[in-house]
């Protein structure tokens, strides 16, 4: 199975064009899209699907019923608004026809503008896709508490003393780790403020070459021509592209990618092949 290191963070899984997505980082314990589910995946406790394309949550009555065998309290799956209930009713049949056993699942509906905390300190914020079906993009930003300015000059005692008074002495500020765009054609760079200052940002990237351009716009997917442009905005150490068509060898892929991209561009793009 492909792993990619991208700073502190291993991505793990596979992404392929109408074949199957699945990508998880273990270290922010999620997984984005699940098109399968390989079985060392039921640990992860929390998974967002961009959207509903069987590729892209094929996965989820595995990953639900392998945790609930194993005795693993129900993952927090989150899934677009748009087929929310549909799933539900396949989830609850698939259970059904599964010797009438009544798998525990906790589904969350999502749509873009909704933000949602999830481990201590993460909160996933969920912005627009532009698909051929109903899609969105995640942006996963980690929460800090800072102490404010007016209390830097206080001694630890001070500040030990003004907390237990109830004073609140921090604020929180958001710093934006990873994005993950779903299928999409095009990007919305304003969708939120801290989108374009991500870490890493996990972009698909379906057709590459020029006689695609056409079946690109056609099927609301990106085509690698479009990213120059759109690259240009992020400030991130890393970006991945991912769901390549499987019309392209790899080498095919790795050869026009690094033709077509700007020679600036190429000590942070990296390929999840
Ligand atoms: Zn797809
Ligand atoms: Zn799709």
């Known amino acids: 199975m492909p792993l990619l290191q991208c700073g502190n963070w291993v991505l793990e899984g596979r992404s392929s064009s109408a074949v199957a997505t699945y990508i998880r980082i273990k270290e922010l314990d999620l997984i984005f899209d699940l098109g399968r589910c390989p079985i060392h995946f039921i640990g992860t406790n929390h998974v967002f699907i961009s959207h509903f394309h069987l590729d892209h949550y094929f996965g989820l009555p595995i990953y639900i019923s392998q945790r609930w065998l194993a005795g693993i309290p129900p993952g927090n799956i989150f899934v677009p608004l748009s087929g929310f209930k549909q799933l539900k009713n396949?989830?609850?049949?698939?259970?059904a026809l599964d010797g009438g056993r009544n798998w525990g699942y906790q589904l969350t509906p999502?749509?873009?503008?909704?933000?949602?905390?999830?481990?201590?300190?993460?909160?996933?914020h969920i912005l627009?896709?532009?698909h051929s079906v109903p899609a969105v993009s995640?942006?996963?930003c980690e929460v800090r508490k800072k102490l404010k300015p007016e209390y830097h000059d206080l001694s630890s005692r001070e500040i030990v003393a003004l907390k237990r008074s109830g004073v609140e002495i921090t604020y929180e500020v958001q710093l934006p780790l990873v994005a993950y765009l779903g299928d999409t054609h095009g990007i919305t760079l304003d969708a939120h403020p801290l989108l374009t200052q991500c870490k890493l940002l996990i972009c698909e990237c379906t057709f590459i070459t020029p006689e695609h351009r056409e079946r690109a716009k056609k099927t609301k997917h990106l085509h690698l021509e479009m990213l120059p442009s759109l690259l240009e905005h992020f400030e991130s150490e890393c970006i991945v592209l991912h769901h390549f068509s499987r019309r392209y060898t790899h080498e095919l892929?790795?050869?026009e990618v690094f033709k077509r991209l700007p020679t600036s561009e190429h000590s942070r793009v990296r390929l999840f092949l």
């Open 90 to 95: 396949i989830l609850d049949k698939i259970s």
């Open 110 to 124: 999502v749509e873009a503008g909704d933000s949602i905390s999830f481990r201590q300190n993460l909160i996933a």
């Open 128 to 130: 627009p896709g532009n």
């Open 138 to 140: 995640y942006l996963i």
């Open 253 to 255: 892929i790795q050869q």
